[in-house]
């Protein structure tokens, strides 16, 4: 069983309305999670980095949280935009700073439509 | 700065068949990876490098091998292909295994078919 969930699978929405993507997570010890945007074609590229401390955190329209008490992390993004049309990845590491240690989740197929 | 090249972008193979997954980059960076990524799922680590002449298995090693003689490449190698193999391949590099994450360059990836 993936140690990373994903919701919801694929989403579409309307150019310049709001979306959360919702990421639960099984991985324990817990030290680290991150977003990041894999367009079509490309490699994924890091949206945002939290450490167990942090309750969120953002990069200009995305901002995502975490609780790490319910172990879940969402990713939301304000007045979309066609180029944010990607897949979005949740990864979280038991170990903090340390690149074996990631469990990526599948990813949420975000489709932005004018 | 090209960042993390990957080569071929498109390969269709037989089974049996073997290649070589090429990945280099111009940063300097002492990590890099390999991962495959299949549909539904998340990706997954092949094998990985924390420098030159230094290599280890990741999650999903079986079928694959690498090998680092310099710091910019590190190629990934099918020694014999199945079917079980297509997917979408990524290399990966930062500057240490213990980068602070947003150092964590990915290439645009490999999609090989074997048929």
């Known amino acids: 069983k993936n140690q990373v969930e994903q919701s919801p699978q694929s989403l579409i929405i309307l150019e310049g309305k709001n979306c959360t993507l919702q990421c639960n997570y099984t991985v324990s010890p817990f030290s680290n999670l991150r977003w990041y945007k894999q367009d079509t074609g490309r490699g994924p590229v890091s949206l945002t980095i939290?450490?167990?401390?942090?309750n969120t955190k953002s990069n200009g329209r995305y901002t995502a949280t975490l609780d790490a008490d319910t172990k879940q992390s969402s990713l939301h993004i304000t007045a979309s935009q066609l180029s944010d049309s990607a897949s979005y990845i949740c990864?979280?590491?038991?170990?903090?700073?340390?690149?074996?240690?990631?469990?990526f989740g599948a990813g949420t197929r975000l489709t932005v439509k004018p | 700065n090209a960042g993390v090249t990957q080569t071929p972008k498109f390969q269709v193979l037989k089974t049996g068949q073997s290649m070589t997954l090429q990945c280099a980059q111009d940063m300097n960076h002492e990590y890099m990876s390999w991962y495959r990524q299949d549909p539904g799922m998340g990706l997954r680590l092949i094998h990985y490098?924390?420098?030159?002449?230094?290599?280890d298995q990741g999650e999903v090693p079986n079928g694959y091998n690498v090998s680092r003689s310099t710091t910019e490449d590190f190629p990934l190698r099918l020694l014999s292909a199945a079917p079980s193999q297509t997917s979408v391949y990524f290399c990966a590099s930062s500057y240490s295994i213990g980068d602070d994450g947003y150092g964590y360059t990915f290439g645009s990836g490999t999609r090989l078919t074997v048929v």
């Open positions: 490098s924390v420098g030159a002449g230094i290599t």
């Open positions: 939290m450490t167990f401390s942090e």
């Open positions: 990864v979280v590491s038991h170990r903090l700073y340390n690149n074996n240690d990631m469990r």
